[in-house]
Each structure stands twice: as structure tokens, then as C-alpha cells.
């Protein structure tokens, strides 16, 4: 029986308790901070990201936030706002956005489960998979931008191109 099947018997299944098994499956760092959120740290090549899952009932949406630190210099914060529209200019699956009070780039996706749906335990995996990946791919063009000195337009050329095919 497949993972995702074991999980088809039990119709009162909380998304959160999915991601919770799936993050002790790959042995991730995590905290179920509520019965709505769990909140962990997955290694990256670049860095340890923070992820954190919470569930909306009211919107019935399960919503993703891949956050990392940058404390760029104030004048290059021009820099990175243009490099992080090129960069949601290149991907269709979730969008990056700056928070300058926290001093962190985050990344964010809605998974809409309207209707009563329930979330597989792969799409959950695609879904924190995805923002990693995002965040690996794009971070050394956020660090060209604001520490190299780099323009948008050169920063953009360092992120890793998304690969094709499969392995």
C-alpha cells in the first residue's frame, strides 16, 4: 500500500497532519505549532529555510511560507525588488515577495482544497519541494543583486536554469 493510500482510509485526515508525517518521514526539524500550522526547517544547498503550513478552514486553502534571512544594503533594495519581479516573472507556481521589516525574502502558495477536498500526501511533497527548489534556484540572484553589486539584469543570469526531463 502506497503511502498516499494509507491515508484514503481516514476521511477526518487534517492537511496538517499529513505534512507533520511527511516531515518525519525526511527527518525535517519541525514544530506543530497549532492544530492548524506546523512550522519547519528544511536544508537547502544555499541554506536551512524555514517553511511553515497552515490551514484555513474558513477558505479551505493549505497555505505554504518559505521564508529566508537578507539584510541587504538600503540602496540595494531597488535591486532587489526588480530581481524578485524577474524572478515571479519565471515561475507559475507560487511568488516570491520581500518583507522589509523581518528582513526576509519569502516564498508563497495556496493549495485550494475547496469543496471538501483533501490534499495528497505528493502534492504536499511537490508543494514544499517546489519552494524549495524556487528558493535554491533564485537565491544567489537575491545575493548578486544585493551584495554583488550586480545589476537585475546580470543577477538574473547566476539562477540556475529549471531543469527538463526527468533523471
Known amino acids: 500500500m502506497s503511502f498516499s493510500e494509507d491515508f484514503l482510509f481516514n476521511e477526518d485526515l487534517h492537511p496538517i497532519d499529513i505534512v507533520e508525517t511527511l516531515a518525519a518521514e525526511h527527518d525535517w526539524e519541525f514544530d506543530r505549532v497549532t492544530d492548524d500550522q506546523i512550522a519547519m ?9 524555514s517553511l511553515t ?44 515577495t520581500w518583507w522589509a521589516e523581518q528582513k526576509l525574502m519569502v516564498w508563497r502558495y495556496g493549495l485550494c482544497l475547496a469543496g471538501g477536498q483533501m490534499a495528497s500526501s505528493e502534492q504536499i511533497n ?20 544585493a551584495w554583488g553589486e550586480k545589476t537585475p539584469v546580470d543577477a538574473m543570469k547566476v539562477a540556475m536554469a529549471e531543469p527538463y526531463g526527468r533523471c
Open 126 to 145: 511537490r508543494l514544499i519541494a517546489g519552494a524549495v527548489n524556487a528558493s535554491e534556484r533564485f537565491y544567489p540572484a537575491f545575493q548578486m543583486a
Open 41 to 49: 526547517a528544511v536544508e537547502g544547498q544555499w541554506r536551512t529555510y
Open 53 to 96: 503550513l497552515a490551514w484555513s478552514a474558513s477558505d479551505e486553502t493549505l497555505r505554504l511560507i518559505c521564508t529566508f534571512e537578507m539584510e541587504p544594503p538600503d540602496a540595494r533594495v531597488p535591486a532587489i525588488y526588480d530581481v524578485l519581479n524577474r524572478c515571479n516573472d519565471m515561475v507559475w507556481n507560487g511568488a516570491f
